[in-house]
């Protein structure tokens, strides 16, 4: 009986040795010591026998058992050691590859375009302002001389964030239209001093996005204040900002329009940089680009950011980041600029 022990512990060690996966090591186990395995059945032999027999057949059968755990843990221990070598030798790593370069980040188009402008600014004496993204009613459109219900407040789609707007109540919350409420604040924050600002920020408008319009973009709002400005401050003005960004041969010209918050008020024109005058895609065959509104401060504004109509006069004008980019950079599309594609991005 005891060579029957000995030839299983043989037979059971050749077959451990060929296993090479944890599904056979589990059928091996099964195989030879599970409830009705190979061992099991040998143990089961010991009651047929003689008894003189039995405690030396049990010790052996008991070692068998014992040597056949071990050897099938240091197996099950084997078997995960050669599946991490391979595991780490399929994502082997070679550190002495040459790292990916990460190019720089640059400045978006707008960043640039804006900073741009500040800088021309900044040369002609006005300075920086800066005013709020959200805005009561008043400020964005009371205070502009358009009171509640004033149909001119149909120039500008907007986006309210607080229900008095349908109410008509001036202190309804939305996200500013235009960069104008700027010239209220700046104005009483300043008032009695003359003023010479310019006022960057992102509106907001409920539009239809096409190829020109965005409903979030760029102005850059313009206010002076003084004693005896007359329009012919704000026509150079525009004149002399458009040779500075648009290079030194373009020309402006200036148009009648209509915005409450200034009296007169005008279109300031300029020759289209594509064409240079005479009639394209771009500028509608006129010739001509549309680049900022403007006009001379309305008495009522003045007098709303305190400033005596009588004494005082100012200029102010506004236009926008993006269109003025378009046009510098032969850029057909607006929606290009919020995209997120650094194709196009990285141009610039
Ligand atoms: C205004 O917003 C006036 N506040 C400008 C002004 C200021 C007039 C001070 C008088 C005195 P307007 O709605 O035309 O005006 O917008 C001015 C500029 O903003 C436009 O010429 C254009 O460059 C830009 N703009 C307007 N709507 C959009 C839009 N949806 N997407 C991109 N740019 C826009």
Same mark, same amino acid.
């Given at each position: 009986?005891?060579?029957?022990?000995?030839?299983?512990?043989?037979?059971?060690?050749?077959?451990?040795?060929?296993?090479?996966?944890?599904?056979?090591?589990?059928?091996?186990?099964?195989?030879?010591?599970?409830?009705?395995?190979?061992?099991?059945?040998?143990?089961?032999?010991?009651?047929?026998?003689?008894?003189?027999?039995?405690?030396?057949?049990?010790?052996?059968?008991?070692?068998?058992?014992?040597?056949?755990?071990?050897?099938?843990?240091?197996?099950?221990?084997?078997?995960?050691?050669?599946?991490?070598?391979?595991?780490?030798?399929?994502?082997?790593?070679?550190?002495?590859?040459?790292?990916?370069?990460?190019?720089?980040? =640059?400045?978006?188009?707008?960043?640039?375009?804006?900073?741009?402008?500040?800088?021309?600014?900044?040369?002609?004496?006005?300075?920086?302002?800066?005013?709020?993204?959200?805005?009561?009613?008043?400020?964005?459109?009371?205070?502009?001389?358009?009171?509640?219900? =004033?149909?001119?407040?149909?120039?500008?789609?907007?986006?309210?964030?607080?229900?008095?707007?349908?109410?008509?109540?001036?202190?309804?919350?939305?996200?500013?239209?235009?960069?104008?409420?700027?010239?209220?604040?700046?104005?009483?924050?300043?008032?009695?001093?003359?003023?010479?600002?310019?006022?960057?920020?992102?509106?907001?408008?409920?539009?239809?996005?096409?190829?020109?319009?965005?409903?979030?973009?760029?102005?850059?709002?313009?206010?002076?204040?003084? =004693?005896?400005?007359?329009?012919?401050?704000?026509?150079?003005?525009?004149?002399?900002?458009?040779?500075?960004?648009?290079?030194?041969?373009?020309?402006?010209?200036?148009?009648?329009?209509?915005?409450?918050?200034?009296?007169?008020?005008?279109?300031?024109?300029?020759?289209?940089?594509?064409?240079?005058?005479?009639?394209?895609?771009?500028?509608?065959?006129?010739?001509?680009?549309?680049?900022?509104?403007?006009?001379?401060?309305?008495?009522?504004?003045?007098?709303?950011?305190?400033?005596?109509?009588?004494?005082?006069?100012?200029?102010?004008?506004?236009?926008?980041?993006?269109?003025?980019?378009?046009?510098?950079?032969?850029?057909?599309?607006?929606?290009?600029?919020?995209?997120?594609?650094?194709?196009?991005?990285?141009?610039?």
């Amino acid at each position: 009986m005891l060579e029957r022990i000995e030839s299983l512990r043989g037979e059971a060690l050749r077959a451990l040795e060929a296993v090479e996966d944890a599904t056979a090591l589990e059928a091996w186990r099964i195989a030879y010591l599970g409830r009705k395995g190979r061992v099991s059945a040998l143990m089961d032999l010991i009651g047929s026998l003689p008894r003189e027999e039995r405690p030396a057949f049990g010790q052996a059968a008991n070692e068998l058992k014992r040597t056949l755990e071990a050897a099938f843990e240091e197996r099950k221990e084997a078997l995960a050691r050669q599946e991490l070598a391979r595991a780490l030798a399929a994502e082997a790593l070679d550190v002495t590859l040459p790292g990916r370069p990460t190019g720089p980040g =640059h400045l978006h188009i707008t960043t640039q375009t804006l900073r741009k402008i500040i800088a021309i600014f900044a040369e002609m004496g006005f300075q920086v302002y800066e005013s709020p993204d959200v805005e009561t009613d008043e400020m964005n459109f009371g205070l502009l001389n358009m009171p509640p219900h =004033h149909p001119a407040r149909d120039m500008w789609d907007t986006f309210w964030i607080s229900d008095e707007a349908s109410t008509g109540s001036t202190q309804g919350l939305l996200l500013r239209t235009h960069t104008s409420p700027g010239q209220i604040r700046v104005m009483r924050e300043r008032c009695p001093e003359p003023i010479r600002v310019i006022l960057p920020g992102k509106c907001y408008r409920y539009e239809q996005i096409t190829a020109r319009s965005e409903h979030q973009f760029y102005q850059v709002e313009g206010l002076a204040v003084g =004693h005896g400005i007359t329009l012919s401050d704000l026509i150079g003005t525009a004149a002399e900002f458009a040779r500075r960004f648009y290079g030194p041969e373009r020309r402006v010209r200036i148009r009648g329009s209509y915005f409450p918050f200034t009296e007169p008020s005008i279109e300031v024109d300029m020759d289209c940089i594509l064409c240079h005058g005479a009639g394209c895609r771009v500028c509608k065959q006129s010739g001509w680009l549309e680049v900022a509104g403007a006009g001379m401060v309305h008495p009522v504004v003045l007098q709303n950011g305190g400033y005596d109509p009588d004494e005082w006069s100012g200029f102010a004008f506004g236009f926008g980041v993006e269109r003025p980019a378009m046009v510098k950079y032969s850029i057909d599309d607006i929606r290009l600029f919020y995209g997120n594609d650094l194709r196009f991005l990285r141009q610039f």
